[in-house]
């Protein structure tokens, strides 16, 4: 137990250092383009994704009922590793335009206005009210890991797997949910419909997980939003709550063998780094993922299948 307890802090601390208050804030960005002449992606700049919308993107003279829908993505640092492959991939598809302000270290009660404590990690600014209320998004990607370690002071000193975590996590996506709703309304706009995106495996605490995201599930139902199972992309067939650090490669990787990066098989980890997806080491200083990962591209494409589903059906609506 004593092992297990070590491993699990170092699991955290080491995959997400950028939590500590010493590190910079990195700003707001919005897709616009295709992929960089020097991004690890360079398949996006020519082809649409399995699992994304195949319509070419929309002509701005349109119909603005054809037009890409204005999407908003917060989240940890997940989502700051991945946020701009998956700006491309739904720009790619003609599916979204995707403002991001991800934060890494962070969880549910960083982005709250009302909070029950300081965050050092997410400015006034960049809150989900004060996004929506600045970007007008009509889709809100929520990415959160479930963070809870001293790098989040909102949290107090709750952590994982008290009973008390659970529970403010389910009073805070509630929370959160409603704020998003009255800044919308602050500003004459259509409530956004959220897509809450459900975890990949925890090799440490798997309960801890399969029970957040049912959290995120019973939030979407009772709201009448979305969840994007990335998570599932990230685990076994048939064995949603085990952590591996490969996989099979799937039919995508098969087509662009890059991917299957141990011959038939794909790696979905760095060596040191049990959560995060990117296959180059995290640094204090976190960025965007640089180097061609997986399980960058496979939660995101799970991500963009969700957007792009509901898209369509905003279009024919």
Not at 84 to 102: I, M, Q, R, Y
Not at 121 to 140: E, S
Not at 280 to 308: F, L
Request: hydrophobic share 35%; proline share 9%; with cysteine.
């Amino acid at each position: 137990m004593v092992v297990a307890a070590v491993l699990g802090w170092r699991v955290v601390v080491d995959s997400d250092p950028s939590g500590a208050a010493a590190a910079p804030t990195p700003p707001a960005t919005t897709s616009v383009g295709k992929a960089a002449d020097n991004s690890p992606y360079p398949e996006l700049e020519s082809e649409a994704k399995p699992g994304t919308d195949p319509s070419p993107p929309a002509d701005p003279t349109d119909d603005p009922a054809h037009q890409p829908v204005r999407a908003l993505y917060l989240g940890d640092s997940i989502a700051l590793e991945n946020h701009t492959v998956l700006a491309d991939l739904l720009k790619e598809s003609g599916t979204a335009t995707l403002h991001s302000a991800p934060h890494s270290g962070t969880t549910l009660c960083d982005y709250m206005e009302g909070k029950t404590g300081d965050s050092l990690l997410v400015p006034r600014h960049h809150t989900a009210a004060a996004l929506v209320r600045a970007q007008r998004p009509q889709v809100v990607v929520l990415q959160f890991w479930g963070n809870s370690w001293i790098y989040t002071p909102c949290m107090g000193k709750i952590l994982a797997p008290q009973r008390a975590y659970y529970e403010r996590y389910a009073a805070d996506a509630r929370a959160l949910t409603i704020e998003i709703e009255r800044a919308a309304a602050d500003v004459g706009i259509e409530r956004p419909t959220l897509v809450w995106v459900l975890q990949g495996p925890d090799p440490i605490t798997p309960d801890r997980i399969r029970r957040v995201n049912d959290i995120y599930r019973a939030q979407a139902e009772s709201t009448g939003d979305l969840t994007a199972d990335a998570g599932a992309a990230v685990s076994p067939a048939g064995d949603r709550y085990t952590w591996v650090q490969q996989l099979p490669c799937n039919a995508y990787e098969r087509a662009h063998p890059e991917y299957c990066t141990k011959g038939t098989t794909t790696e979905l980890h760095h060596d040191n780094d049990y959560l995060h997806f990117c296959l180059e080491p995290m640094t204090k200083n976190p960025k965007p993922c640089t180097k061609r990962s997986p399980g960058v591209m496979r939660y995101c494409q799970a991500i963009a299948a969700a957007v792009a589903h509901h898209a369509r059906g905003m279009r024919q609506d």
